[in-house]
């Protein structure tokens, strides 16, 4: 009898907790709230159709500054926090917890009609630092570099410069667009386009992806396979940030993401899964 | 959820906590070992890196400085200077009566605060702050009761390099020439706009050109003739390097112009406060430094400057009013010197100790620029400068350094800027760099 009751106290409560707190904010990275995120929240609703989201995706700097802020439950990035962000989080009481909640691979994509179909990472950072200007200085045909970048509050933006640039700046001839489909779509239109995207975004129409050569002779495209081995170069983990561990409805779609559903969904749209850690 | 993996933590932050503030942030690699080596996942590894910048941020000074993210770099550093100060000196006569000698000690000290900050695209900006607003020293002398001394702006620029051979610098900045201290003193920043330009010749050699337009009075332009006009040097100069295994030749021709205007209000140790007619200057100096002697960091340096004056008539007789009669123009200075460095000189035990030799014409140099110890910035002079230094500590020396000078020339008739007869400074000074 006393079990029952304890049950139904239980239940009474989390039922409660939902309904106190029935919406939830989650802003931040595009590349996870363009298409993943929302997904997966409907996904969630469907089993939840009390809960209402919030989803706002303007770049990673925005997810991480909300949770600072206390103004999302939930911060998505696609890059790391960065030392001076969660000094910033501290003297406001927050303690940033990351989550993995999928892997990335930032693909290198160009024009279709581009003859080019490999790039080595030493040409793909003068190509996009600038050091070089003009296709021919890659194997390509004559014409000059139309570079797409992501807008300086993206965390792709801040990951490729890691990546890919050694840190360096980018070309002052890189034009800075909003997501990865605006990166797609110009370089679908531009035959001398050549941007990065996230692996969701690869089969946009009229564009291809370059597979990089590296220091050990090997092509490799992004891919599940190359993501989750760590052998594709420009390979990252996405995150959830959230206010110290995750409780209540947080917790709970936390939970939902990195379980069997969500997890389904991160292979649907095109990222890879956290699998088995 | 998983649970936060507080042994490895423990590990981790440990050795990074434990080490140094830098080891924090630094301690990715060793994060990355450990998931490669399967003993974490990237979950944990994560978690790890969080904890380690939170703790870095919250437990170390350096995680509380907060910088603008278009730093790329920021360097801040000065020294402490504490100088007891020995000097002579004897003005020339004007009757045949000699003057006597004066005799004078000084307590000084100089305070040195830099401030250099580089970012991204290739600028830079910068700033120090020194004790004494006179151009060629920062020297304070303790006086007046135990009052409090002023600091000055010494420096503040902005630069902008947009190749790696091409740079720009604007502002008070350091001097972008190579110098001696024969016709500039070490103390001095130009202000205006400097550009150098740095051709590879392979390995380590180079051709640099160097330019610089420095505004050294400002006038106001109502007022007709020099008076009125802003007072520019603009100084051009080749500086070409090359190496012989580990000898170090530096040779650099250069020119400098001072445009027609009048000077006042200079506070410099000799100022010469008018005209700037009559200073086209033709410099060379250089060095030839026999590096890595008996296989240590130990060196010889022989170096030069020399300067001649193609104006130093005007400058002698129409600028300091000597009797063209009596004085001539004298446009040749010059200074020779030897030098040996036992170690680098940054570690404690370095110890260096140089002579050199220089004479100074009375229409040689600009008395507004040279070095204002030697001769208290007095022309017409020659003489020596021997200087010791010893390393206590990596970040501190003992420097002792004596000047000794005599005129060229009897007085014929008194200038400002040449009425020393003889001077001597003993210098002594503890410096700790910070």
Redesign the interface.
């Given at each position: 009898m006393k079990k029952s009751i304890s049950v139904l106290l239980s239940a009474a409560l989390l039922a409660g907790s939902l309904s106190a707190a029935d919406k939830l904010v989650i802003k931040g990275s595009d590349t996870l709230g363009a298409k993943l995120v929302p997904q997966v929240a409907e996904a969630f609703k469907a089993v939840h159709p009390e809960v209402a989201f919030e989803i706002a995706a303007e770049g990673s700097t925005t997810g991480i500054a909300a949770i600072t802020d206390g103004t999302a439950q939930i911060g998505m990035s696609s890059r790391?926090?960065?030392?001076?962000e969660?000094?910033?989080a501290?003297a406001k009481g927050v303690?940033?917890?990351?989550?993995?909640v999928c892997y990335d691979g930032m693909a290198v994509i160009v024009n279709e009609g581009n003859p080019l179909s490999q790039l080595t990472l030493r040409q793909v950072e003068q190509i996009f630092t600038g050091d070089v200007t003009d296709w021919s200085a890659v194997g390509g045909n004559p014409g000059s570099f139309s570079i797409y970048t992501r807008n300086t509050s993206s965390g792709t933006y801040s990951d490729w410069k890691e990546l890919a640039m050694k840190k360096r700046?980018y070309a002052?001839s890189s034009q800075k667009m909003a997501g990865n489909e605006q990166i797609a779509a110009e370089v679908a239109k531009n035959p001398n386009g050549i941007g990065y995207v996230g692996l969701a975004y690869v089969h946009a129409p009229s564009i291809k992806v370059v597979g990089i050569l590296g220091k050990d002779g090997k092509v490799a495209l992004p891919s599940d396979e190359t993501v989750q081995a760590k052998t594709y170069p420009y390979a990252r983990?996405t995150?959830f940030y959230t206010n110290g561990?995750?409780s209540g409805l947080t917790?709970e779609f936390?939970?939902y993401m990195l379980g069997a559903e969500g997890q389904a969904m991160v292979k649907k749209v095109g990222f890879v899964p956290?699998g088995k850690? | 959820m998983r649970q936060f993996p507080t042994a490895l933590l423990a590990l981790v932050g440990g050795i990074a906590l434990t080490a140094a503030t830098a080891m924090a942030q630094d301690s990715g690699p060793l994060v990355d070992l450990l998931v490669k080596k399967g003993l974490i996942n990237d979950q944990e590894a994560e978690e790890i890196r969080s904890e380690l910048s939170k703790d870095f941020a919250a437990n170390t000074s350096a995680g509380k400085l907060s910088l603008g993210s278009h730093l790329t770099e920021f360097k801040l550093g000065g020294d402490v200077r504490l100088r007891h100060q020995y000097q002579t000196t004897r003005d020339q006569e004007t009757t045949s009566t000699k003057l006597a000698t004066t005799n004078r000690t000084r307590e000084r000290f100089r305070f040195r605060l830099n401030g250099d900050f580089l970012m991204q695209k290739g600028w830079s900006a910068g700033f120090a702050l020194e004790t004494a607003p006179a151009s060629d020293s920062g020297n304070q002398t303790y006086e007046n009761g135990g009052d409090d001394y002023g600091l000055s702006l010494a420096r503040a620029y902005v630069g902008w390099q947009p190749r790696n051979d091409l740079k720009f610098v604007a502002g008070k900045q350091r001097n972008p020439l190579y110098t001696t201290e024969l016709s500039w003193d070490g103390d001095i920043n130009p202000q205006g706009l400097s550009e150098i330009y740095t051709l590879a010749l392979g390995g380590k050699d180079t051709l640099e050109f160097r330019a610089l337009q420095s505004i050294m009075d400002d006038n106001n332009e109502a007022t007709a003739g020099r008076n009125g006009n802003d007072a520019w040097l603009f100084a051009q100069q080749a500086v070409f390097t090359k190496y012989f295994g580990t000898t170090k030749l530096v040779v650099a021709p250069g020119f400098s112009y001072t445009t027609t205007s009048n000077m006042s209000g200079l506070t410099n140790e000799t100022p010469f406060n008018g005209d700037t007619i009559g200073l086209a200057l033709g410099t060379f100096a250089g060095e030839l430094e026999f590096g890595n002697l008996g296989g240590q960091a130990n060196s010889v340096k022989l170096y030069w400057d020399t300067s001649y004056n193609f104006e130093a008539g005007t400058r002698v007789h129409k600028v300091y009013g000597l009797s063209s009669a009596k004085w001539n123009k004298d446009p040749l200075a010059y200074l020779v010197g030897v030098g040996y460095n036992h170690g680098s000189g940054k570690l404690q035990g370095d110890w260096g100790v140089k002579l050199d030799y220089r004479r100074v014409g009375v229409g040689a140099v600009d008395p507004n620029l040279n070095d204002s110890d030697f001769a208290f910035g007095n022309l017409n002079q020659s003489g020596y400068k021997a200087a010791v230094s010893y390393n206590v500590a990596d970040f501190c020396s003992l420097n002792l350094a004596y000047f000794l000078t005599s005129d060229l020339r009897e007085t014929l008739k008194q200038s400002a800027v040449a009425k020393l007869d003889k001077s001597s400074i003993l210098q002594i000074d503890l410096v700790t760099k910070f």
């Open positions: 790391r926090a960065k030392p001076t969660l000094s910033a501290l303690s940033m917890k990351p989550i993995i700046d002052g983990p995150f561990e995750p917790a936390v939970e956290v850690q | -």
